[in-house]
């Protein structure tokens, strides 16, 4: 691994959309708008338009770059979407070694610090890593984290454990398009 101690994996995911909260009745925007991201590495849709914040982080040797966070709380649900372009002097020639850390830094979170559930897939000819896990309250985080190429690509979503899997959801991770 060669991301320094903050890098990608320590970003406090829940702290961007910790502030989800359980409502007696959800409400479900109906316009979704479609989010292009930093360099258009890729389109996303969200229920709204997110707030964007960029993370200046470095490699392990000193490297600086940037990852770029866009997220929308509503209707009791966190989305998240985020991307970073690894520098040079990053190995990307293992993408399941650093999509591996990426969860294991995100599990920290999660009751017993473990995802219920990871799949390993390829999504437009990136390595792709689907993931559910369990926290606190009755909650759950999804997630789906892709490298291609030196493009480092994560959805994630909070809510209840049944919305993880709900409409909402599966609208928002089907949503992803990337860039050739």
Same mark, same amino acid.
């Given at each position: 691994?060669?991301?320094?101690?903050?890098?990608?994996?320590?970003?406090?995911?829940?702290?961007?959309?910790?502030?989800?909260?359980?409502?007696?009745?959800?409400?479900?925007?109906?316009?979704?708008?479609?989010?292009?991201?930093?360099?258009?590495?890729?389109?996303?849709?969200?229920?709204?338009?997110?707030?964007?914040?960029?993370?200046?982080?470095?490699?392990?040797?000193?490297?600086?770059?940037?990852?770029?966070?866009?997220?929308?709380?509503?209707?009791?649900?966190?989305?998240?979407? %985020? =991307?970073? +372009?690894?520098? !040079?002097?990053?190995? &990307? #020639?293992?993408?399941?070694?650093?999509?591996? /850390?990426?969860?294991? *830094?995100?599990?920290?979170?999660?009751?017993?610090?473990?995802?219920?559930?990871?799949?390993?897939?390829?999504?437009?000819?990136?390595?792709?890593?689907?993931?559910?896990?369990?926290?606190?309250?009755?909650?759950?985080?999804? %997630? =789906?984290? +892709?490298?291609? !190429?030196?493009?480092? &690509? #994560?959805?994630?979503?909070?809510?209840?454990? /049944?919305?993880?899997? *709900?409409?909402?959801?599966?609208?928002?991770?089907?949503?992803?398009?990337?860039?050739?």
């Amino acid at each position: 691994m060669t991301l320094r101690r903050r890098g990608l994996l320590g970003l406090p995911l829940l702290g961007i959309a910790g502030r989800a909260q359980a409502q007696a009745k959800l409400v479900v925007p109906l316009a979704w708008y479609g989010v292009r991201v930093e360099d258009n590495a890729f389109t996303v849709e969200m229920p709204g338009v997110p707030d964007h914040r960029v993370v200046n982080d470095a490699s392990v040797r000193g490297t600086a770059f940037q990852l770029h966070s866009y997220s929308l709380d509503v209707g009791g649900y966190s989305y998240v979407a %985020q =991307t970073a +372009l690894y520098p !040079a002097d990053v190995d &990307v #020639s293992q993408p399941r070694t650093i999509l591996q /850390a990426a969860l294991n *830094g995100r599990a920290q979170q999660l009751i017993g610090h473990q995802w219920t559930r990871s799949d390993w897939r390829v999504i437009g000819g990136a390595t792709a890593v689907d993931s559910i896990g369990a926290l606190a309250g009755g909650k759950a985080l999804r %997630q =789906t984290n +892709l490298l291609k !190429a030196r493009r480092f &690509v #994560s959805l994630a979503f909070l809510g209840s454990a /049944a919305g993880a899997t *709900g409409v909402e959801a599966e609208r928002f991770f089907k949503s992803l398009k990337l860039s050739a």
